[in-house]
């Protein structure tokens, strides 16, 4: 991202998690000299996750953009809202990559990678 070449980055995890402080605090510097800039959306935990998951208070999602690319992060929760909808698919998975900063062939080096994935893991799960 400093150097330019990625212009937004995602962090997502439960929180409190000490990697994910710990990976945050990393950003601090570059936020504090305005090189980025940040944006964090707590969501506390639903009963149901509290129940299944007790050491943790919600999730944490933290979004880290380049000065001009914040507009990123707004597009960043409008797939999010989308994906809750319909599903994860193809189109929101290029879309993914290209807010986060990915070229067309990266893109599809990624999607033909993940479909072979799939593949095999069929292959695995239909022969007992």
């Known amino acids: 991202?400093?150097?330019?070449?990625?212009?937004?980055?995602?962090f997502h995890d439960?929180?409190?998690?000490?990697?994910?402080?710990?990976?945050?605090a990393r950003f601090d510097p570059f936020v504090r000299s305005g090189r980025?800039?940040?944006h964090v959306i707590d969501t506390p935990f639903?009963?149901?996750?509290?129940?299944?998951f007790p050491?943790?208070?919600?999730?944490?999602?933290?979004?880290?953009?380049?000065?001009?690319?914040?507009?990123?992060?707004?597009?960043?929760?409008?797939?999010?809202?989308?994906?809750a909808k319909t599903g994860w698919n193809e189109s929101l998975e290029r879309m993914e990559g290209s807010l986060l900063g990915d070229e067309d062939w990266q893109n599809d080096w990624w999607i033909e990678r993940k479909?072979?994935?799939?593949?095999?893991?069929?292959?695995?799960?239909?022969?007992?």
Do not use: C
């Not at 409190?16 to 990976?23: D, F, K, R, V, Y």
């Not at 208070?57 to 989308?82: C, H, M, N, T, Y």
């Open 46 to 52: 639903t009963e149901a996750e509290h129940a299944r």
């Open 1 to 10: 991202m400093l150097e330019g070449r990625k212009p937004l980055a995602v």
């Open 36 to 38: 980025l800039v940040r």
């Open 55 to 83: 050491d943790f208070q919600g999730w944490r999602r933290a979004f880290f953009s380049l000065p001009g690319e914040e507009w990123r992060i707004d597009a960043f929760l409008l797939l999010s809202k989308v994906f």
């Open 115 to 128: 479909s072979k994935h799939r593949t095999r893991l069929n292959r695995h799960s239909a022969h007992p």
């Open 14 to 24: 439960a929180y409190p998690a000490e990697w994910l402080s710990e990976t945050l």
